[in-house]
């Protein structure tokens, strides 16, 4: 059974703090992926990864930075936090290519920033 | 404007009713998901439909490249079935996925 798991699970930061979120994934999967739901505009892409070592880049990055320092592990991290960035996080893992390409969610985190 | 919209954005059923639920998206093709989410929680995937008619269960996806758009066709719904259904884009080559808002199902016993 494919495995991603998030830390924490639920995280309350204050304005201009740091907050790193974490996503393990047991499916050695190469590809790993960050994104933020919110009411009004699903879920967006905010950075992914394409193995240990690599990040890339999404559709709404500003704000956040990526660290893949292995093949299981892929962070998030908010250098300064600000209550914009107050959402649920969502990170996957999945291989783009293939016949029954899919991604895998973990259970998501949620956090509020005051 | 959006690449991927999904209609309706919310439908109530009676237990037993059938839905269709559908997903209009403006690019390029590499492959169409479904993914349910319960509320509060995480998404599970349900296919993997780039093309064709595919089934599992009471659901069937079906995606016509050429008319860019795929369903999810949900047949004697159940209370159980009730949560939030996203499809969701993947570009060619990038495995990244680009999500509709969703369609909220609720289902009454």
């Known amino acids: 059974e494919a495995a991603v798991t998030q830390s924490p699970r639920n995280k309350v930061a204050v304005t201009g703090g740091k907050v790193t979120l974490s996503c393990n994934q047991t499916?050695?999967?190469?590809?790993m992926y960050w994104y933020r739901q919110d009411t009004g505009h699903g879920l967006r892409l905010i950075h992914y990864s394409y193995g240990a070592g690599s990040t890339e880049k999404g559709d709404i990055p500003d704000g956040y930075k990526a660290s893949r320092p292995s093949q299981e592990n892929f962070s998030l991290i908010l250098e300064l936090a600000t209550p914009s960035q107050t959402s649920v996080y969502f990170c996957?893992?999945?291989?783009?290519?293939?016949?029954?390409?899919?991604?895998?969610f973990g259970p998501g985190t949620r956090l509020l920033v005051l | 404007g959006q690449q991927v919209q999904q209609s309706p954005a919310s439908l109530v059923l009676q237990e037993g009713e059938n839905a269709e639920l559908q997903c209009n998206f403006s690019?390029?093709?590499?492959?169409m998901q479904w993914f349910y989410q319960r509320p509060g929680g995480s998404l599970v995937s349900l296919f993997y439909n780039p093309s064709g008619t595919k089934h599992s269960g009471r659901l069937t996806s079906t995606t016509v490249i050429k008319e860019r758009r795929s369903s999810l066709h949900i047949s004697s719904s159940q209370t159980t079935d009730s949560g939030t259904y996203l499809c969701?884009?993947?570009?060619?080559?990038?495995?990244?996925?680009?999500f509709g808002h969703g369609t909220i199902l609720r289902v009454h016993p």
């Open positions: 969701a884009l993947a570009g060619a080559n990038t495995g990244k996925l680009t």
């Open positions: 996957a893992s999945g291989d783009a290519w293939g016949d029954q390409d899919t991604q895998y």
């Open positions: 690019t390029s093709l590499n492959s």
């Open positions: 499916n050695n999967h190469n590809n």
